[in-house]
């Protein structure tokens, strides 16, 4: 078990450095390489909030409360995963950049799944507070 956590951690590094020199990035430093990461999931958190207060707008009061309410948990559920995933990290310099990378992730999956809901069809059962 411990082998394979210390395996999806290098390929976690590996992804990051060829995530980070992708387009030009210049990050070269694991300084430069936090913040890279951190501003990727800046990207990613703003997102997923155009696309919340999209779906928020369309739904009725009794939809809006639900969906607030899902997504304080769902908040709560990505930091905490995203805090167990980054633990074999802790006291490493790395650590800021695996955190941000589990955090954009988790984010761009949800904004996904929010857009979903706002793309669902009339008359569909699996389609949330509409």
Same mark, same amino acid.
């Given at each position: 078990m411990r082998t394979k956590k210390r395996k999806q951690g290098w390929a976690r590094l590996v992804l990051? @450095? &060829?995530?980070l020199s992708a387009g030009g990035a210049t990050a070269q430093t694991q300084l430069e390489m936090n913040d890279a990461a951190n501003n990727d999931f800046q990207k990613a958190d703003k997102a997923l909030n155009a696309v919340y207060n999209r779906l928020s707008r369309s739904l009725s009061p009794k939809g809006r409360q639900a969906l607030q309410?899902? /997504?304080r @948990?769902? &908040?709560q559920y990505r930091n905490? /995963? =995203?805090r167990f995933e980054t633990m074999s990290n802790e006291g490493g310099s790395v650590l800021p950049m695996i955190y941000s990378m =589990? &955090? !954009?992730?988790?984010t /761009?999956?949800? !904004?996904?799944? &929010?857009?979903a809901q706002i793309d669902c069809e009339e008359g569909d059962l699996s389609c949330g507070g509409q």
């Open positions: 990051a @450095s &060829l995530v309410k899902a /997504e @948990s769902w &908040l905490d /995963e =995203c =589990c &955090l !954009t992730g988790q /761009e999956r949800r !904004t996904a799944e &929010l857009q």
